[in-house]
T-cell receptor
């Protein structure tokens, strides 16, 4: 079954630092991959998605992710984080049954 | 606020009691999803409605769980004889007809604590 694993459960960075959150997906043919974000006290929302084409996808708020098929990875990146990026980030994959399978999440804490 | 609304936001209950949560989807969204998120985990699919029809149920949805969407608008999720393992955030999401689940909008969730 399709699944994703996130390497880091908790990341602490200072403002202006660069961010990379790891995500690996299980092999399963065509992959549809997503990153979601949940800001404190707010609802879960879609950050970016990859279906096909350009492996570097750009999302909202300056985030991007790169699909690397050879590494089964879909890491989330941001060149310079802000305090407002403090949130929980979920990598996810759409499985064959058209269900979203979420990773365990990474809590990102940005120090001002 | 025109987003997905969930009530209550927090619920503390004693083990063995029944609880019911409500989800009001975005207007004209005929697809409605329930997810459960336990501590340290991502959301897990529970069930899915299209209008009033419950089209899918996860194996996670035990006999003690029942979801309804009687008029194709709001939905309720009831847990009977709650157990400590039911403590979790219960999320609702909705989407327009024909839209894939990743396009769904999520509510803020109902946090259940069973003591």
């Amino acid at each position: 079954a399709q699944s994703v694993s996130q390497h880091n459960h908790h990341v602490i960075l200072s403002e202006a630092a660069s961010l990379e959150l790891g995500c690996n997906y299980s092999y399963g043919g065509t992959v549809n991959l997503f990153w979601y974000v949940q800001y404190p006290g707010q609802h879960l929302q879609l950050l970016l998605k990859y279906f096909s084409g350009d492996p570097l996808v750009k999302g909202i708020k300056g985030f991007e992710a790169e699909f690397i098929k050879s590494k089964f990875s879909f890491n989330l990146r941001k060149p310079s984080v802000q305090w407002s990026d403090t949130a929980e980030y979920f990598c996810a994959v759409l499985n064959r049954d058209d269900k979203i399978i979420f990773g365990k999440g990474t809590r990102l804490h940005i120090l001002p | 606020d025109t987003g997905v609304s969930q009530n209550p936001r927090h619920k503390i209950t004693k083990r063995g009691q029944n609880v019911t949560f409500r989800c009001d989807p975005i207007s004209e969204h005929n697809r409605l999803y329930w997810y459960r998120q336990t501590l340290g985990q991502g959301p897990e699919f529970l069930t899915y409605f299209q209008n009033e029809a419950q089209l899918e149920k996860s194996r996670l949805l035990s006999d003690r769980f029942s979801a309804e969407r009687p008029k194709g608008s709001f939905s309720t999720l009831e847990i009977q004889r709650t157990e400590q393992g039911d403590s979790a955030m219960y999320l609702c999401a909705s989407s327009l007809p024909g839209q894939a689940p990743w396009r769904a909008f999520f509510g803020q969730g109902t946090r259940l604590t069973v003591v």
